[in-house]
């Protein structure tokens, strides 16, 4: 049998600042009940001034190689996914390096939103089984709070947002128990890049930044809330039953579905699609928010800690954001 990809260590972090519904009624026409009738969210975490994406997928790193009782001096590859780089270059995944003093070892960012972590776990994937690397160090971190419009106008996105960071340590399986990823699939539709996207500061435009771009507001994310919502509900259970026929097993196999922390009522969808038991899905966005590329891994750490995850069980990962983009991934763990 070839070799399976497993992963051995897993960490998260979030900021301690805590912001609740309530403190955003402060910034804008909302309520405490229209944000959680409507997303689920009671609180999330946002960083304070001066601490950068790469702070956080730090700190999260740190707990993962903890975690895999690894020294970080035997990490030989950093894949970092995020959509809130430091920079607009260079990526994420080399300040993580440095941060780390892992030098000179290779460092690649995958841009992917939402769908991040689990594109980034199926590169991760492809190194291992090729015997490319040994151990990886994946890394999803997002600081969004700095850049959301906490008017009226972006109201619907700022409640939705928040700053975490996931980290996981990937490694080929020396035995031969069937543990390890089973399967990634990976989906796009690009004719939907304007759903949701961050339009400007664009290369397009000569000079990239002026005054009057910043009055449009057009340096904030802006998002088609009911389309992404009406694709999102459909895309994640369709990613998730191709990766189940791939893998010859149904619905019952899966121990625990880890679907992207989008909007409860989505993975509440989601689970009624599938025809999955709300007890098999992994909920947690009422205290994190939607972390984007980090949510995935943040809510895998957190099922591990809980004990909801046993050796051997299936488990399910799906996510879908801006692009479109979707994706599934199955772990015998
Ligand atoms: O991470 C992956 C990408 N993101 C998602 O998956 C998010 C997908 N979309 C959603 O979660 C939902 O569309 C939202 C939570 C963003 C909005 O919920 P909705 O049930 O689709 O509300 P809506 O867009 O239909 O808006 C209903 C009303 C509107 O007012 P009018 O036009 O009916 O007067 C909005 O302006 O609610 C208003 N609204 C708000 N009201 C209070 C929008 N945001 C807010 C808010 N507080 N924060």
């Not at 001096?73 to 894949?79: A, G, L, P, W």
């Not at 993580?96 to 690649?108: M, S």
């Not at 700095?146 to 340590?169: H, K, P, Q």
Request: hydrophobic share 40%; with cysteine.
């Amino acid at each position: 049998m070839s070799v399976r990809t497993v992963i051995t260590g897993t960490g998260h972090y979030v900021p301690p600042r805590v912001v609740t519904n309530f403190d955003l009624e402060k910034l804008m026409t909302t309520s405490d009940e229209w944000i959680r009738q409507r997303s689920g969210i009671i609180e999330r975490r946002h960083v304070e001034p001066g601490t950068g994406t790469s702070d956080l997928a730090y700190e999260a790193a740190l707990k993962a190689i903890e975690d895999a009782s690894i020294d970080k001096s035997e990490i030989d590859f950093i894949i970092a996914a995020t959509l809130s780089p430091d920079y607009y270059f260079p990526g994420l995944g080399v300040i993580v390096q440095a941060k780390l003093g892992l030098i000179p070892i290779g460092a690649l960012d995958v841009r992917n939103q939402c769908c991040g972590f689990i594109y980034a776990i199926s590169v991760a994937d492809q190194y291992i089984r090729t015997g490319t690397y040994k151990k990886i160090l994946l890394v999803a971190a997002e600081v969004q709070s700095t850049n959301l419009d906490y008017s009226d106008e972006g109201r619907d996105m700022a409640v939705l947002f928040g700053d975490g960071a996931g980290a996981v340590i990937l490694e080929p399986n020396e035995n031969d128990d069937g543990r390890g990823i089973l399967s990634t699939h990976l989906f796009a539709d690009g004719r939907y890049v304007e759903d949701l996207w961050l339009e400007k500061p664009s290369p397009k435009d000569k000079p990239v930044v002026t005054e009057e771009l910043a009055r449009a507001k057009k340096f904030f994310p802006r998002m088609d809330g009911k389309n992404v919502f009406k694709n999102a509900s459909m895309r994640m259970p369709e990613a998730v039953r191709v990766a189940l026929e791939h893998n010859g097993m149904t619905v019952e196999d899966i121990s625990l579905l880890i679907p992207h922390q989008a909007n409860d009522r989505i993975s509440q969808m989601v689970a009624h699609s599938l025809r999955l038991p709300l007890e098999k899905v992994m909920r947690n966005i009422d205290r994190i928010g939607n972390t984007t590329a980090a949510s995935i891994p943040i809510a895998l750490d957190e099922a591990i800690k809980q004990g909801r995850i046993k050796r051997g069980d299936i488990v399910a990962l799906t996510a879908f954001g801006s692009g479109y983009t979707w994706a599934s991934a199955v772990i015998r763990w």
